[in-house]
């Protein structure tokens, strides 16, 4: 009878002893938990997970997961976080939301990723919200300036890599407006979900400078390249500043139109999306797109002195080598520093790195410079985090800037500029 009993309680200690082993090992396996329990975290490793197109006509987005990639590269040969190295799950959605919505249960159920970072493509976005909602995983700076994601604020999403495209639009109807003393104000808009959002800003916001209109609205397809009908809507219009709602080919293809018909004097103020990239003057023409106004949440890398933008360029250069160091791949690596430092700030203390102590993290950052964005700010109450900006301008085939830091008060709406 003692025998049956040893023999029987025999698989029960051999049980016993694998699971103190397992509990034991500090490195855990992909989908696996760290010590602390924390989905995505062992004690040397984070899984951070980012969604986008890699392939396809959309690819060249794919310069925001590289930008994040190398940022990732120089922390993890520099010591880690708090001695934890970075990884990062990215998957190819083609920028097709069908597909962002199966990656998206993917790299939570299987990668178990500890937060995700920049996922490009409003609409992809948009799509996957729900799965990313409900699951509570920190959303850091989706690639997309769609007011949803950030008013009101979502407990666990956290502000976007680009300009919140009504932020934006308010900035420029304030600077046309008390600056440029425009009265006649012109808009040119992508017909979409994109074009709406700053074109409602316009709407809204026209009344509150004295005499200033409207005078058109003037809609385009996505995809059109034909601009000679928009055209000449504003010559009709005769506006006294111009401002464009849409992505690089259809800003640069309107102003060839517009010169063509003699319409060259008028301020032209477009999207930080369709603008800030130096291959305008190239779509345009050198002399077609001098002077053309916009946004930017950071100086072009050529023009910049700062010492978070020289790291990065020398970076960026040796991991890759043969790709621009401007656009897509400087918003990549400027979010991947506010990552990384609030993953650090959620660890001071001697806190656990947890979903909660992150997002209380996040709520310390007070127009933060320490990035080569202008400044990052979030609290419990705002989540757009881009509110500090600076005005740009096309000139001798550099984007150079135009002002010092403005900013826009999410709670009051007030914009104020720097001296």
């Known amino acids: 009878m003692m025998r049956r009993i040893k023999l029987l309680l025999l ?18 396996k992909k989908g696996s938990t760290g010590s602390q329990g924390t989905q995505g975290v062992t004690d040397n490793e984070i899984l951070i997970g980012h969604l986008g197109p890699q392939t396809g006509p959309y690819a060249v987005y794919d310069y925001f997961r590289k930008g994040i990639d190398s940022h990732f590269k120089y922390v993890n040969e520099n010591g880690g976080v708090n001695g934890k190295k970075l990884k990062l799950v990215a998957y ?83 600077y046309a407006a008390n600056e440029l003393k425009a009265k006649k104000i012109a808009v040119v808009y992508q017909n979409d979900d994109y074009g709406k959002e700053g074109l409602t800003a316009l709407q809204e916001n026209i009344d509150k400078y004295e ?20 055209a000449q809507h504003l010559d009709q219009a005769d506006p006294d500043a111009i401002i464009v709602l849409g992505g690089p080919n259809p800003a640069a293809n309107l102003k060839k139109e517009m010169y063509k018909i003699g319409l060259k004097d008028v ?3 477009v999207s930080s999306v369709g603008a800030n990239d130096r291959n305008q003057f190239k779509l345009a023409g050198d002399d077609i797109w001098e002077g053309t106004i916009s946004a930017a949440t950071f100086p072009m890398p050529d023009v910049s002195d700062d010492p978070s933008m020289k790291q990065y360029v020398e970076r960026f250069k040796k991991d890759y080598p043969n790709d621009p160091i401007d656009g897509f791949a400087q918003s990549g690596w400027a979010i991947a520093e506010v990552m990384v430092e609030a993953l650090k700030r959620t660890e001071q203390g001697g806190k656990d790195l947890t979903w909660e102590n ?4 996040m709520h310390t950052f007070d127009n933060w410079d320490g990035s080569i964005f202008e400044g990052v700010t979030f609290t419990k109450d705002n989540h757009y985090g881009l509110t500090t900006m600076i005005l740009t301008e096309a000139k001798d085939g550099k984007i150079l800037p135009i002002s010092d830091q403005i900013k826009f008060d999410p709670a009051s709406g007030e914009i104020t500029y720097e001296d």
Request: proline fraction near 6%; charged fraction near 20%.
């Open 211 to 230: 005499g200033a209109t409207l005078v058109d609205e003037i809609p385009y397809v996505a995809g059109e390249t034909d601009m000679s009908s928009q």
């Open 92 to 174: 190819d959605d083609q920028y097709q939301p069908s597909r962002t919505v199966k990656n998206a249960t993917r790299i939570l159920q299987e990668d178990k990723v500890f937060a995700m970072i920049g996922n490009v493509c409003t609409p992809c976005n948009t799509a996957a919200r729900n799965t990313f909602e409900k699951s509570g995983i920190p959303m850091v700076m989706v690639s997309s300036g769609a007011e949803e994601f950030v008013n009101p604020p979502i407990k666990n999403y956290f502000g976007s890599s680009i300009l919140n495209y009504r932020v934006e639009t308010r900035v420029f109807l304030d």
């Open 267 to 269: 301020p032209y103020i």
């Open 11 to 28: 698989p029960l200690l051999i049980f016993s002893l694998c699971l103190m082993a397992a509990c034991g090992n500090g490195t855990a």
């Open 358 to 361: 992150f997002y209380d993290a």
